[in-house]
């Protein structure tokens, strides 16, 4: 429960700000061991929710690792999208998020979901540590079928790859997801790719 306050201490205090800080994750570190993901060839290594397990089934454009809870009334998810491109080696973070995300507008990031047929409403945005880097999120709402859909998204470039953290769950879960999605997000690690 005291992660629960934090969480949303964190996710709304900071609103006006801009700048969020990420609840801390408060599981022992021999249980996050046995959680982490080795995602190298994919650039990261990231620790899944207690209780969640991975997906392999389910099929997105771009994702490359897609975790859910597995209680049979939750739909609460987080994946990952990475792309690796040599010529991202030569942008620093700070200057991708300057030139794709000018005063902190994510208009672009909004864009790619609207090209995919999802209408974002948008209900907040700014910055977030991920792994000790500044990056932009976007917190929004959709529509997905019959389901309303709320997804706190992040995004941020790190040794040649461009990394798009998605969390989703249903607005009226949404909050309880924070603690979870805060040790998903938190335990993010960027990490040489074995293939370069």
Known sequence: MRLLSLAIIFFTSSV????????????????RAARKVDERA???TVVIP?????????KMPGVVLIVQATAKDRAANCNVRSAYN????????AEYLRRVFPADDPTELLASYK????????????RVAIAGTQ??????????GSTKLRTFNVQFLGKGFLYTLGCTDTPERYSNSLPEFGLFLS???PKPSLQR
């Open 187 to 189: 335990t993010f690690l």
């Open 50 to 58: 207690e209780g969640w397990a991975r997906r392999t089934d389910l």
């Open 16 to 31: 006006c700000a801009g700048t969020i800080q990420l609840p801390s994750a408060s599981d022992s570190p021999s249980s």
């Open 42 to 44: 994919n650039g990261f």
């Open 86 to 93: 040599d010529r991202l080696l030569d942008f620093s973070n």
């Open 135 to 144: 990056a932009m999120f976007a917190e929004f709402d959709f529509v997905n």
């Open 115 to 126: 090209a995919s047929g999802v209408n974002p409403q948008l209900l907040r945005s700014g």
